[in-house]
């Protein structure tokens, strides 16, 4: 099959490392793989095979939407496209209307809780549509079409591997994530704040719009000597095996592809007990609520000071990406002979 992505933009996010390994996994199987997008410096880590294509699909434009609309829908009819497919709610817009002008058929990807309103419209018009969780699933009944399924994200195979650290010194937790609210980094923040005795440091991978916040925080509560922003990393595997435990207190999720690859690693973690964290972990058992800074202060102190050690997932639990692109490629196929080409 021929297939053409649309997502916004191509920095680092769950939705951007999502699509680019879907993309290496189908190019791999054999699929002709495009990718459409404003940009971004994952491009440089598709396949040589996987071509991309610049176009302003991340604007919340009508105007600039429908001319990149048209754009796709042109290169869909010339280079003889089987499906579009888009991730992300204004790529949704664009691939309906591409697949109005293009005769193709076109299915989203629902990587999130949308909020249900006039921005998710075109879901319900997809030839289908995938939900990275029953969570999501669930959460956006009444507004998918028919043909529906829940494929969770999965994990490239890394070589890293947790093992328990032995040598003396801090504890070391470490968070990895776009710094926004909504990942729940300054809850952390909050409860270390008042975590005594043993020594310990939090690293911090990511970047994101509240970085500034947080680094002032940082030093309102004394914790500038303890936590360190080492901003956007590549190496995430490599921090993974060598933390001592990774901290996960978002506030909502749609299926988080940091905990997947942390549970995928062997390192133990601390959660918030959200639906889609429930549902991959199969339970309650070990997960904090999220945002209730003394439940967080409570395990995280008893974490430190290892008077009680942090859950251990099993890695059973996470697909790899070869297992969710065959389930993909599965989905795809269905969608494509379910429908002749429409006609304009």
């Not at 992300?88 to 990587?111: D, L, N, Q």
């Not at 639906?275 to 439940?295: F, K, S, T």
């Not at 290892?306 to 599965?330: F, K, Q």
Request: proline share 7%; with cysteine.
């Amino acid at each position: 099959m021929k297939i053409l992505m649309i997502l916004p933009e191509f920095e680092e996010g769950g939705v951007e490392r999502h699509v680019l390994w879907l993309s290496t996994e189908l190019s791999t199987i054999g699929h002709t793989v495009w990718v459409v997008t404003a940009g971004g410096r994952l491009e440089e880590k598709l396949p040589p095979d996987v071509r991309v294509i610049h176009l302003p699909v991340h604007r919340k434009n009508p105007f600039t939407a429908f001319v990149s609309a048209m754009r796709i829908a042109g290169i869909a009819r010339r280079e003889a496209f089987d499906l579009l497919h888009a991730h992300s709610r204004v790529p949704a817009w664009i691939a309906w209307w591409a697949s109005f002008f293009s005769g193709k058929p076109w299915i989203v990807t629902a990587h999130d809780r949308y909020r249900k309103n006039a921005a998710i419209g075109p879901f319900l018009k997809a030839d289908g549509a995938i939900c990275v969780s029953e969570a999501v699933r669930s959460h956006l009944e009444g507004a998918l079409p028919a043909r529906t399924v829940v494929i969770r994200n999965g994990i490239p195979d890394t070589p890293a591997r947790w093992q328990k650290r032995e040598a003396p010194g801090p504890f070391r937790f470490l968070f990895v994530g776009r710094l926004t609210r909504r990942k729940g980094l300054h809850v952390a923040f909050s409860a270390l704040s008042s975590v005594k005795g043993n020594p310990w440091v939090l690293d911090i991978l990511g970047d994101g719009p509240q970085r500034e916040e947080l680094e002032a925080m940082a030093v309102n509560l004394g914790l500038e000597e303890k936590v360190c922003f080492h901003g956007f990393r590549d190496d995430v595997g490599t921090w993974m095996a060598s933390a001592d435990c990774l901290l996960f207190p978002s506030f909502d999720e749609g299926m988080p592809l940091t905990l997947m690859q942390g549970i995928r690693t062997g390192v133990p973690v601390l959660a918030s007990g959200i639906d889609p964290v429930r549902e991959l972990v199969g339970g309650e058992a070990g997960l904090i609520p999220p945002g209730e800074v003394p439940a967080w202060e409570r395990v995280l102190s008893d974490v430190a000071s290892r008077e009680c050690e942090a859950p251990v997932y099993n890695p059973g639990l996470v697909p790899s990406s070869a297992e969710m692109a065959a389930r993909v490629d599965g989905f795809l196929k269905t969608v494509v002979s379910g429908g002749k080409e429409k006609t304009v």
